[in-house]
């Protein structure tokens, strides 16, 4: 564990690095061109934050729905529910970043192709990242690992657009990130609630 815990450590100083290089490239982007990716992508980051606030209530919500399933159909319809609980934040941080992506590229040219990549990188995992920091104590460990995860899959989509492989494939190995914040994310849904406010990160 302490292993793993070491690895994912040292992976959040390329995380760190690219987000500030996404920012030097926003900026270098405005005085290159095109500035309407900038432009674009501030709206699309702020969209992003108010997507992840709704996201997390319908989170919250569908928490409480595993509760009330689980007094009336038990425990392993709670299970079920839970699940889904853990699957669609990540759905959504899916599709949002792999728009993000394609959107801006769309937008860009040749001559800055790499800075519009930075700069959507900062676009599509900016709001995530940004939104753990702001969340209550007690949504902050998951709201984080959503976030890792979604660094995480931005390099796979990356990797996989440079290589030419299909949608499909892209938004596959998008995926599997995803198992850490669904896992934990079901497991936070059937949780005690009063032990939910002991959990920090």
């Known amino acids: 564990m302490d292993r793993i815990g070491t690895i994912m450590g040292v992976v959040t100083v390329p995380m760190a690095l690219l987000t500030v290089a996404s920012i030097v490239a926003g900026l270098w982007l405005l005085v290159a061109g ?3 990716v900038v432009v674009l992508g501030i709206f699309a980051s702020a969209a992003g934050l108010a997507i992840a606030w709704l996201l997390e209530q319908l989170v919250a919500l569908l928490d409480d729905l595993a509760l009330a ?9 709670k299970r079920g529910a839970a699940l889904v609980c853990g699957i669609a934040p990540m759905l959504v941080v899916i599709a949002w970043e792999y728009e993000c992506l394609h959107l801006l590229v769309r937008f860009g040219v040749p001559a800055t192709m790499f800075a519009t990549w930075l700069w959507s990188y900062g676009v599509a995992t900016g709001p995530w990242t940004l ?12 709201c984080g690992i959503r976030a890792y995860a979604g660094h995480l899959a931005y390099w796979l989509l990356s990797a ?16 599997l990130p995803a198992a850490l914040p669904v896992t934990v994310g079901t497991l936070l849904a059937v949780a005690d609630r009063q032990a ?3 959990v920090r990160i």
Do not use: K
């Open 160 to 175: 996989a657009s440079l290589a030419g492989l299909p949608d499909m494939l892209c938004l596959t190995l998008m995926a």
């Open 69 to 77: 399933i689980q007094v009336r159909r038990g425990a392993a319809a």
């Open 131 to 142: 939104f753990a920091q702001l969340v209550g104590s007690d949504r902050r460990t998951l």
């Open 196 to 198: 939910l406010r002991n």
């Open 34 to 36: 095109p500035a309407s």
